[in-house]
């Protein structure tokens, strides 16, 4: 958030994130911006309420039945649109492409907000499924920045809408540079240039420069390195499991052969998951399908991990192999490191929060067979 958003700020206006916010009246029932809707806010303060508290009592009943907004635009042009799982993204494109304008506030005081975050990687998981999945449909719907923003936004925030619409696309590349590299190492399929060649720089200077700039940033935000790690483990995790989930989904929904529905995010946890947590311990206890693919994909980068050992300890030429193969060993190595919570969930955690048998044995499986796959022609 202390990236982002003063970046949304600086490119037109953060977008609303259905918390830490607040509305202008007219902004969230529709109206367009215009000068009438300039507010004297120290003489609105000074207005006193004359209606008894009978009268009030029946107002708050009207409002706080579900009835309120029968037949009504509330939900269409009106408050937050609805029949997205990503609702507040579209309100809030909704509100500056009328006019009005969002400015990004964050005074050094007390905190104002406060909230639960989830405290088990599934449920993560799962909340981040639906974020995903609500940005997909925004993009492919009206309401796509692009369209709906055109003539109405500046670009650049039409762009940064984007950014967070494309999450569910953006698993298809990353789960590309999860299985590919790793599996064409285990069939002596170099996809990189040579390490010894000038065309390896291009592919160094973007990994290099890409991941200390964030760690640059991560830092500067107040972050620590342990904890940058951390996050790139979260991104992973979350681009080759809630995001792919969420494209698929999408798509079998616009094909009419599935009818998403909306999950609500448990934020209560039982003792032993609270305590799990507060010992820094992912949460691995259930057999969910986003497991099967996350422990799959982390075997499949454990058995490339073990063939590129193989190749730079028993090959009789081992700069060529490193030559070769080079970024491919690198790129595995660093899977495998970011898997690490996957691997001791596996094989050596003992409690409720470790890895089901039944995904241990999928996932092996399943690695196993993609390994002994023969592409030879």
Same mark, same amino acid.
């Given at each position: 958030?202390?990236?982002?958003?003063?970046?949304?700020?600086?490119?037109?206006?953060? +977008?609303?994130?259905?918390?830490?916010?607040? $509305?202008?009246? =007219?902004?969230?029932?529709?109206?367009?911006?215009?000068?009438?809707?300039?507010v004297?806010?120290?003489? &609105?303060?000074?207005?006193?309420v004359?209606?008894?508290?009978?009268?009030?009592?029946?107002? +708050?009943?009207?409002?706080?039945? +579900?009835?309120?907004?029968?037949?009504?635009?509330?939900?269409?042009?009106?408050?937050?649109?609805?029949?997205?799982?990503?609702e507040?993204?579209?309100?809030?494109?909704? #509100?500056? +492409?009328?006019?009005?304008?969002? #400015?990004?506030?964050?005074?050094?005081?007390?905190?104002?907000?406060?909230?639960?975050?989830?405290?088990s990687?599934?449920?993560?998981?799962?909340? *981040?499924?639906?974020?995903?999945?609500? $940005?997909?449909?925004?993009?492919?719907?009206?309401?796509?920045?692009?369209?709906?923003? $055109?003539?109405?936004?500046?670009?650049?925030?039409?762009?940064?809408?984007?950014?967070?619409?494309?999450?569910?696309?953006?698993? !298809?590349?990353?789960?590309?540079?999860?299985?590919?590299?790793?599996?064409?190492?285990?069939?002596?399929?170099?996809?990189?240039?040579?390490?010894?060649?000038?065309?390896?720089?291009?592919?160094? /200077?973007v990994? #290099?420069? *890409?991941?200390?700039?964030?760690?640059?940033?991560? !830092?500067?935000?107040?972050?620590?390195?342990?904890?940058?790690?951390?996050?790139?483990?979260?991104?992973?995790?979350?681009?080759t499991t809630?995001?792919?989930f969420? &494209?698929?989904?999408?798509?079998?929904?616009? &094909?009419?052969?599935?009818?998403?529905?909306?999950v609500?995010?448990?934020?209560?946890? =039982?003792?032993?998951? %609270?305590?799990?947590?507060?010992?820094?311990?992912?949460?691995?206890?259930?057999? %969910?399908?986003?497991?099967?693919?996350?422990?799959?994909?982390?075997?499949?980068?454990?058995?490339?991990?073990?063939?590129?050992?193989?190749?730079?300890?028993?090959?009789?030429? $081992?700069?060529?192999? %490193?030559?070769? @193969?080079g970024?491919?060993?690198?790129?595995?190595?660093?899977?495998v490191?970011?898997?690490?919570?996957?691997?001791?969930?596996?094989?050596?955690?003992k409690?409720?929060?470790?890895m089901?048998?039944?995904?241990? /044995?999928?996932?092996?499986?399943?690695? @196993?067979?993609? %390994?002994?796959?023969?592409?030879?022609?």
């Amino acid at each position: 958030m202390k990236l982002e958003f003063p970046g949304l700020d600086a490119n037109g206006g953060p +977008c609303y994130i259905g918390t830490g916010c607040f $509305h202008q009246r =007219d902004a969230l029932c529709g109206k367009k911006y215009d000068e009438t809707c300039k507010v004297d806010w120290k003489r &609105l303060n000074r207005r006193e309420v004359e209606e008894n508290a009978t009268v009030l009592e029946e107002t +708050c009943k009207v409002l706080a039945s +579900c009835s309120f907004e029968q037949n009504t635009q509330w939900g269409n042009e009106m408050g937050l649109k609805y029949g997205c799982p990503a609702e507040d993204i579209i309100t809030g494109l909704s #509100i500056p +492409c009328r006019g009005w304008k969002s #400015i990004y506030l964050n005074p050094e005081r007390e905190i104002s907000f406060l909230g639960i975050a989830p405290t088990s990687l599934l449920t993560m998981l799962v909340q *981040h499924k639906r974020w995903a999945e609500g $940005h997909f449909q925004i993009f492919l719907s009206r309401y796509c920045s692009l369209l709906y923003g $055109h003539n109405r936004i500046p670009l650049k925030l039409q762009l940064a809408y984007c950014a967070g619409n494309l999450w569910a696309a953006n698993s !298809l590349p990353t789960l590309y540079y999860v299985v590919v590299p790793c599996f064409c190492l285990l069939k002596d399929i170099p996809l990189f240039p040579k390490v010894s060649s000038l065309w390896v720089l291009p592919f160094a /200077y973007v990994a #290099i420069a *890409h991941r200390a700039y964030s760690l640059g940033e991560f !830092l500067w935000c107040g972050g620590t390195f342990q904890a940058w790690c951390n996050d790139q483990r979260m991104w992973l995790f979350k681009r080759t499991t809630s995001y792919f989930f969420a &494209l698929c989904d999408t798509i079998l929904k616009l &094909l009419g052969y599935s009818n998403p529905t909306f999950v609500i995010t448990a934020k209560v946890a =039982d003792e032993d998951v %609270s305590r799990r947590y507060e010992q820094e311990l992912m949460e691995f206890g259930d057999s %969910s399908p986003m497991f099967v693919v996350l422990a799959s994909l982390a075997m499949l980068n454990l058995f490339s991990g073990f063939g590129a050992i193989n190749k730079l300890v028993f090959n009789a030429d $081992h700069s060529e192999v %490193s030559d070769r @193969f080079g970024l491919q060993i690198l790129l595995c190595f660093l899977l495998v490191a970011l898997n690490w919570p996957v691997y001791n969930a596996v094989f050596f955690r003992k409690d409720n929060g470790g890895m089901p048998a039944p995904v241990t /044995y999928k996932s092996i499986t399943f690695a @196993f067979l993609v %390994s002994t796959v023969d592409i030879s022609t």
